[in-house]
């Protein structure tokens, strides 16, 4: 290809269009503005099961076509990609035909909703991979520089051994109990509650910052609100029209878990939708014997650093501004010091994708790696429900 001619394209097809299909709409329309890629995303077509619905998101998020049955927009000849961004309950089905139809497939975490059905995936994907596909789990916050840059720091040895690794995920949106019965408080569709939605973010975080799996946990769940407001239609963080009636809370509220990761580090994990005043409150510590890092979603451009050589009287966290272009991603973006937000690890995500597809390698994190996510937290499920027995990650 001579330097004029444009990428080739890879079509995406998009399986979903409420928040996390908007996200990643965000994330395949800008990526190949802020990166040089090798091949050009095109939004080819969107799929909902409401004609009139998906045809408007198609128009408001960028795609060209828009499809009312996933079976139609996996068999396009212009989809060279299928992206899920549906309710957990789908995954499987969705993403195992796409590998059967010859497509690479990204799946917004977590990958599914039982072990079973990951474990299926992850067969799926490895007979793919045989043939050239790639396939990759949407943990997008792996993509905040500061959290890759991180990873980095303790790859390097910067923590030495680590002794603690210490996670929470805190919002407030389920804290009203007028608050209706959306999907992704039903079992059914969702797998799990705060566990799921949020806890599968850490565990994948704290395997990967740290390079290391989680050996056994020991867990608490609570459900504090059991009954909630039937919505009359519902899409995940928003409802409206409810009928008066009251239906069952099948999954947790809030998760508190604690572990070994392999190499003897103590591991805790804290998620809760029910925590007031907390909006989407991500946070990390890793505490080594060389020093510790810390992070706090809500101010994402920013990373602390205690290096535990330093003298006693200087001694303490500072903090680095990951806004430079010599931080994973930055190069990509404004001057030095201007910094990013949420959106961005999308755009992230997408890049890093695209750049596996081109270079015929498998991306992170793999299925393989979502079905080990999915064991933990079917080991934390198991372990509340035995008294907050220790359960081993097989
Ligand atoms: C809702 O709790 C949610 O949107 C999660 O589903 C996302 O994964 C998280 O990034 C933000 O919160």
Known sequence: MSNDE???ELGIGMVGYAFMGAAHSQGWRT????FDLPLRPRLAAVCGRDRGQVEAAAAR???DAAETDW???VARDDVQLVDICTPGDSHAEIAVAALAAGKHVLCEKPLANTVAEAEAMT???QAAAARGQVAMVGFNYRRVPALSYARQLVAQGRLGALRHVRLTYLQDWLTDPAFPLVWRLRREHAGSGALGDLGAHLVDLAQFLTGEAIAGVSALTETFIKERPLPGSSSGLTASGGTGGLGAVTVDDAALFQGRMASGALASFEVSRLAAGRKNALSVELNGELGSLSFDLERLNELSYHDHAEPAPTAGFRR???TEPEHPYLSGWWPPGHGLGYEHTFVHQARDLVHAIAAGEQPAPSFADGLRVQ????????????NSAYIPVS
């Open 320 to 322: 680095i501004l990951v």
């Open 61 to 63: 998020l960028g795609w």
């Open 375 to 386: 064991r933990v937290l079917a080991a934390v499920e198991e372990s509340a429900a035995k």
């Open 31 to 34: 990526a190949g503005r802020a």
């Open 6 to 8: 444009p990428a080739p």
């Open 71 to 73: 079976r139609v927009l």
């Open 123 to 125: 067969a799926a994907a």
